[in-house]
């Protein structure tokens, strides 16, 4: 089977986005089909070892979403070259056109959505003005496209299926759960305490970056919060960071450097507004681990009690209460990051998930 990836964040501009879809693009290459990957054309741009085509584009929407001029001509003979065209993650413009041009007639391949996240609207009145009207009428026009209008929705989240029906009226019979998954084993093990606290993720307002002036109150002195990662919000953690001795900024790093830093740490911490399965929660599990994360999109699944905790949404006194708990409780920590350990190769690892997905593809392009 030949198939067509959309990911318009590839490296070095994303990196759990970017890390997800290359792995699920490996796997479908392991089990014996070709796949070519549209990207936006980015600097630096690394394609990786895969068949990887950059697009131009013209601008980022509010600094991350790319438009592209005349998307149809840009991708026309790949359209033609392949058995099915998937759409990772749905808040992309250049993903919903792709449906859209469908519907027009521009092309009769089957459409899957890997939905990634961020449908859930809980958290619109925790985000700014501009970002909540952005994704109001995204939802409400090109977002439509990706629930109404594909032949198949392979979500990484089980409770938003029930967002998606009620939201567009979507059959369940489109829908699908699998869980996001990793390689359990390619990901060192936490040994020894270290007193770090740690935060990965884009510097945004969605991933609760507003938080950290309240999570920082809750760790003593003599541990670190360490924060990994970049964004538009980078200039008000490093004014945190002046108030606060114990707060470290690394910065974007390779995945290989964050992975050594996440099994030197003893909690995961993210208290993310908006998620489908979050990537920071699954490879902090598969270092062993324990994470506490508000339980938005997949969290309840991704943190399966006695794992960690899975918050109430934006409850930051119970968040910042089980991060004092577990700074406190060597063993509860310990405990819970060997239970973690234990779910993520049970539940979450690349052997046992992939062939869930590749049944549905071949389901996709036999039926339609």
């Given at each position: 089977m030949k198939i067509l990836m959309f990911c318009p964040d590839w490296f070095p501009f994303s990196a759990g986005l970017a890390q997800s879809c290359y792995n699920t693009c490996k796997q479908m290459e392991k089990a014996g089909h070709e796949v070519r990957v549209i990207v936006a054309e980015d600097?630096?741009?690394?394609?990786?070892?895969?068949?990887?085509?950059a697009v131009p584009y013209a601008i980022r929407l509010l600094g991350r979403n790319p438009i592209v001029w005349n998307l149809w001509e840009k991708v026309r003979k790949h359209v033609q070259w392949c058995d099915v065209v998937c759409l990772f993650s749905y808040m992309y413009e250049m993903n919903s056109r792709m449906v859209w041009l469908r519907k027009k007639g521009r092309?009769?391949?089957?459409?899957?959505?890997?939905?990634?996240?961020?449908?859930?609207?809980?958290s619109l009145k925790h985000l700014s003005p501009l970002i909540r009207f952005?994704?109001?009428?995204?939802?409400?026009?090109?977002?439509?496209?990706?629930?109404?209008?594909?032949?198949?929705?392979?979500?990484?989240?089980?409770?938003?299926?029930?967002?998606?029906?009620?939201?567009?009226?979507?059959?369940?019979k489109k829908l699908a759960y699998v869980k996001n998954a990793l390689f359990v084993d390619d990901?060192?093990?936490?040994?020894k305490k270290n007193k770090r606290i740690i935060f990965v993720g884009r510097l945004i307002e969605n991933k609760g970056v507003g938080f950290f002036s309240q999570i920082i109150k809750s760790i003593p002195s003599d541990w670190k919060l360490t924060i990994v990662g970049d964004g538009p919000m980078e200039e008000d953690v490093k004014e945190l960071a002046k108030a606060h001795n114990n707060i470290e900024m690394v910065g974007k790093v390779s995945h290989d450097k964050c992975k050594k830093i996440v099994a030197d740490s003893d909690i995961n911490v993210l208290p993310t507004y908006a998620e489908g399965s979050p990537r920071s929660v699954m490879e902090a599990s598969a270092s062993g681990v324990p994470s506490i994360s508000f339980a938005v999109g997949d969290v309840v699944n991704t943190i399966p009690p006695g794992c960690g905790y899975a918050i109430k949404p934006y409850d930051i006194n119970d968040f910042c209460a089980k991060l004092e708990k577990l700074i406190k409780d060597s063993e509860l920590r310990q405990e819970m990051g060997r239970k973690s350990l234990e779910f993520a190769r049970k539940e979450m690892?690349?052997?046992?998930?992939y062939p869930k997905i590749d049944k549905i593809l071949m389901n996709v392009v036999k039926d339609r």
């Amino acid at each position: 089977m030949k198939i067509l990836m959309f990911c318009p964040d590839w490296f070095p501009f994303s990196a759990g986005l970017a890390q997800s879809c290359y792995n699920t693009c490996k796997q479908m290459e392991k089990a014996g089909h070709e796949v070519r990957v549209i990207v936006a054309e980015d600097t630096g741009l690394d394609k990786k070892d895969l068949d990887v085509v950059a697009v131009p584009y013209a601008i980022r929407l509010l600094g991350r979403n790319p438009i592209v001029w005349n998307l149809w001509e840009k991708v026309r003979k790949h359209v033609q070259w392949c058995d099915v065209v998937c759409l990772f993650s749905y808040m992309y413009e250049m993903n919903s056109r792709m449906v859209w041009l469908r519907k027009k007639g521009r092309f009769d391949k089957p459409i899957v959505h890997f939905y990634r996240g961020s449908l859930e609207s809980d958290s619109l009145k925790h985000l700014s003005p501009l970002i909540r009207f952005a994704k109001m009428a995204y939802d409400r026009t090109c977002g439509k496209l990706m629930f109404k209008d594909v032949d198949k929705v392979i979500s990484n989240s089980g409770p938003t299926l029930l967002v998606m029906k009620k939201m567009y009226g979507v059959s369940g019979k489109k829908l699908a759960y699998v869980k996001n998954a990793l390689f359990v084993d390619d990901y060192p093990k936490w040994s020894k305490k270290n007193k770090r606290i740690i935060f990965v993720g884009r510097l945004i307002e969605n991933k609760g970056v507003g938080f950290f002036s309240q999570i920082i109150k809750s760790i003593p002195s003599d541990w670190k919060l360490t924060i990994v990662g970049d964004g538009p919000m980078e200039e008000d953690v490093k004014e945190l960071a002046k108030a606060h001795n114990n707060i470290e900024m690394v910065g974007k790093v390779s995945h290989d450097k964050c992975k050594k830093i996440v099994a030197d740490s003893d909690i995961n911490v993210l208290p993310t507004y908006a998620e489908g399965s979050p990537r920071s929660v699954m490879e902090a599990s598969a270092s062993g681990v324990p994470s506490i994360s508000f339980a938005v999109g997949d969290v309840v699944n991704t943190i399966p009690p006695g794992c960690g905790y899975a918050i109430k949404p934006y409850d930051i006194n119970d968040f910042c209460a089980k991060l004092e708990k577990l700074i406190k409780d060597s063993e509860l920590r310990q405990e819970m990051g060997r239970k973690s350990l234990e779910f993520a190769r049970k539940e979450m690892d690349w052997s046992v998930v992939y062939p869930k997905i590749d049944k549905i593809l071949m389901n996709v392009v036999k039926d339609r």
